[in-house]
């Protein structure tokens, strides 16, 4: 019902629309396993991943470790001295497939 009628105008004005979530199962196995551990076949069906822009990575940490103010808070903090949390490697594999 909410994207109702944006998939009308889309219609009416013959602009396509594209899906860009993956299966659930896949973003699962994602984040359970890591994008580098999911079957070949898989992989090469799946969009490349730039995973090497270290400003969203730090807020995605932010977001799923810290308040809503804190996190939005640090959004403009330069990223010196910032290393990626490895423990979230898959879940940040996994949202950004997604």
Request: with cysteine; aromatic share 10%; glycine share 4%.
């Amino acid at each position: 019902q909410i994207y109702a009628p944006l998939f009308r105008y889309c219609q009416l004005s013959q602009t396509r629309v594209v899906g860009m979530n993956v299966p659930v199962e896949v973003s699962s196995m994602v984040a359970r396993d890591g994008i580098e551990n999911v079957p070949s076949w898989l992989r090469s069906v799946l969009p490349r991943l730039d995973l090497s822009n270290q400003r969203h990575r730090r807020r995605f940490e932010d977001m799923v470790t810290k308040s809503l103010e804190d996190a939005a808070s640090r959004f403009s903090v330069p990223l010196d001295g910032y290393r990626p949390r490895a423990d979230l490697d898959n879940m940040y594999d996994a949202q950004t497939l997604w």
